[in-house]
């Protein structure tokens, strides 16, 4: 199981920016960012393959970017023209199985304790 802690978040005016960072105990093949908001369920924000290869949602295409440091073993959520709807706790994810790196929380088996992301308009 690969150990996750994520760091980061906080308040941030709509319009604003915010950069989360998960630390890794390792590298899995797979790696991605969720989010969660109170009453919905878990949904992808976007992944990272091994080799670089990412996926994001629609909902985020354009504003969010993830970056991967293989030597410090960190994956970074970059966060830009943040809206009100970009309000969650947002999770780090691992699946060290090679294959699949969809924006599905189901295939995924580690996880972060999550960090609170709140955005005022």
């Known amino acids: 199981q690969v150990q996750l802690v994520e760091s980061g978040g906080g308040s941030v005016q709509a319009g604003g920016s915010l950069r989360l960072s998960c630390a890794a105990s390792?590298?899995?093949?797979?790696m991605g960012w969720f989010r969660q908001a109170p009453g919905k369920e878990r949904e992808g924000v976007g992944t990272i393959y091994f080799g670089g290869a990412t996926v994001y949602a629609d909902s985020v295409k354009g504003r969010f970017t993830i970056f991967q440091d293989r030597a410090k073993k960190t994956l970074d959520l970059e966060m830009n023209s943040v809206k009100p709807e970009d309000s969650a706790m947002y999770y780090c994810a691992a699946r060290p199985s090679f294959g699949t790196c969809k924006l599905d929380p189901k295939i995924f088996g580690s996880w972060g304790q999550g960090t609170q992301v709140t955005v005022s308009s």
């Open positions: 390792t590298l899995a093949a797979c």
